[in-house]
Nanobody, 121 residues
Framework: QVQLVESGGGLVQAGGSLRLSCAAS????????MGWFRQAPGKEREFVAG????????YYLDSVKGRFTISRDNAKNTVYLQMNSLKPEDTAVYYC??????????????WGQGTQVTVSS
């Protein structure tokens, strides 16, 4: 079983940037598609971004296209989410997850504990 640990969250002003990291242990990350999800208080969990095993294919939620970039370093067993031009509506707990297919949110089945991102206006 794979264990995932997110880091890099915090408080940032609108327009700012954060880079989230997700370190995996227990299994080789290259075996999985990887994704980032987020959940704001009182809202359902959203599928924000996904990346294929090779890193070639990516998926993005429409509201983050052009602002967020997902990437992975299989040698370091780590996946990243670079978030630029942050907006208050991006405030949420962000979770990384691994699964079978990068663009299918239903295929993600291992989750980290989450990291809080707060964007002030």
């Amino acid at each position: 079983q794979v264990q995932l640990v997110e880091s890099g969250g915090g408080l940032v002003q609108a327009g700012g940037s954060l880079r989230l990291s997700c370190a995996a242990s227990g299994r080789t990350l290259s075996e999985y598609a990887m994704g980032w999800f987020r959940q704001a208080p009182g809202k359902e969990r959203e599928f924000v971004a996904g990346i294929s095993r090779s890193g070639i294919m990516t998926y993005y939620l429409d509201s983050v296209k052009g602002r967020f970039t997902i990437s992975r370093d299989n040698a370091k067993n780590t996946v990243y989410l670079q978030m630029n031009s942050l907006k208050p509506e991006d405030t949420a707990v962000y979770y990384c997850a691994c699964g079978a297919y990068y663009s299918n949110r239903q295929s993600y089945h291992y989750w980290g504990q989450g990291t809080q991102v707060t964007v002030s206006s």
